[in-house]
């Protein structure tokens, strides 16, 4: 079960940083993403973490700008967003699977188990 944080809505330039509480995934053979669903477009990957080494994976429009990470105390994986502009508005899901290897980790829509997603919003 996954359960992403309540929507929220910032100023361009400002940052965010949603939340995904999951359970039912251990540790060790997961992988956990964060999918954006913009108005008009399609389901896009934007961070993938596999959590057994804290391997992460990021889309070139959020590099540099986005970090996913995980708190296995907490089991919350949460994603930073700096620096955000409009192009980075939608509905944001996290996603998690049981994974053989880390070969299995990336940000193709291949999930099974998706969090309620969280609206975020960036206007001035």
């Known amino acids: 079960q996954l359960e992403d944080s309540a929507g929220e809505s910032v100023q361009p330039g400002r940052s965010l940083k949603p939340s995904c509480k999951y359970s039912g995934y ?47 105390t907490q089991n919350q994986v949460s ?11 939608g509905v944001y899901y996290c ?3 049981f994974v053989a290897g880390r070969w299995a980790c990336g940000l193709s829509p291949d999930f099974t188990n998706w969090g309620q997603g969280t609206q975020v919003t960036v206007s001035s």
Do not use: H
């Not at 961070?47 to 995980?70: E, L, M, P």
């Not at 994603?79 to 508005?89: H, P, W, Y």
């Open 95 to 97: 996603a998690a699977k």
């Open 79 to 89: 994603l930073q967003m700096t620096n955000l502009d409009s192009e980075d508005a």
């Open 26 to 72: 251990t540790r060790s053979t997961s992988c956990i993403d964060w999918f954006r669903l913009a108005p008009g477009k399609e389901r896009q990957g934007v961070a993938a973490i596999y959590t057994t080494a804290g391997v992460t994976y990021y889309d070139d429009s959020v590099k540099g700008r986005f970090t996913i990470s995980q708190d296995s």
